[in-house]
């Protein structure tokens, strides 16, 4: 259930555009999911969650989309602004886990002005 | 969201030594909250789970007597590294959950000189 330590990948993205980042999740039973932005130095920040009965979702400027079919998540940002720049991590609530998160290896977005 | 505050943000200590990290929950009470260590570039890596009144539950390969968590109260949990070691150095965060969803704290640098 833990995640693997990986290099992480990068997303560039020019300033007012639109940001997709990517997840992959492990269990087809996981039932919930979430996005944290984590800045660094900071602790993750939650940003946007979705149940596994819904497909999309959406907040002030984000977007969560979830295909269960393929067990894929992804985040989209509207207006990519330089603010954005931070590190991107997926969780999935895994009852066979203990309902414990189970954290992707995250995304690194950076914003080119 | 939940604020979840730890103590101190940053500590540099010598091998050997004993450092103490204290998580508060702030605005909720919480029954059950989580220490998890980042090293960089990576993923959150869960060590344990801390429950409030009873035992911790660790994850596999984390060592319950080097990774000493007390969590007497419903806003306080803390985490002794025993004996540290430069190897122990690490970004350490805590956090707490709200019904599904985890709020995590801003973290915690120990380098272990």
């Known amino acids: 259930g833990e995640s693997v330590g990986l290099h992480l990948p990068t997303l560039s993205v020019q300033e007012g555009d639109n940001s997709i980042i990517n997840c992959a999740y492990s269990n087809s039973a996981s039932d919930y999911f979430i996005w944290y932005k984590q800045e660094s130095g900071k602790g993750p920040q939650f940003i946007i969650d979705?149940?596994?009965?819904?497909d999309k979702r959406q907040g002030q400027r984000v977007t969560v989309l979830l295909n269960k079919t393929v067990k894929h998540l992804s985040l989209q940002i509207a207006a990519t602004q330089p603010g954005d720049s931070a590190v991107y991590f997926c969780?999935?609530?895994?009852?066979?886990?203990?309902?414990?998160?189970?954290f992707g290896a995250g995304t690194i977005l950076r914003v080119k002005s | 969201g939940a604020v979840v505050s730890q103590h101190p943000s940053w500590v540099i200590c010598k091998s050997g030594t004993s450092v103490k990290i204290e998580c508060r929950s702030l605005?909720?009470?919480?029954?059950?909250m989580f220490w998890y260590r980042q090293f960089p570039k990576q993923s959150l890596m869960l060590m344990a789970t801390?429950?409030?009144?009873?035992?911790?539950?660790?994850e596999q390969g984390v060592e319950k007597d080097k990774f000493l968590i007390n969590h007497a109260s419903l806003t306080l949990s803390t985490l002794t590294v025993t004996s540290a070691h430069p190897e122990d150095s690490s970004f350490y965060i805590c956090?707490?959950?709200?019904?599904?969803?985890?709020?995590f704290g801003p973290g915690t640098r120990l380098l272990v000189l």
């Open positions: 801390s429950n409030e009144g009873s035992k911790a539950t660790y």
């Open positions: 605005d909720f009470q919480a029954t059950t």
């Open positions: 956090s707490e959950r709200v019904r599904e969803t985890q709020y």
């Open positions: 979705i149940r596994s009965n819904m």
């Open positions: 969780a999935e609530n895994d009852p066979e886990y203990g309902n414990k998160l189970v």
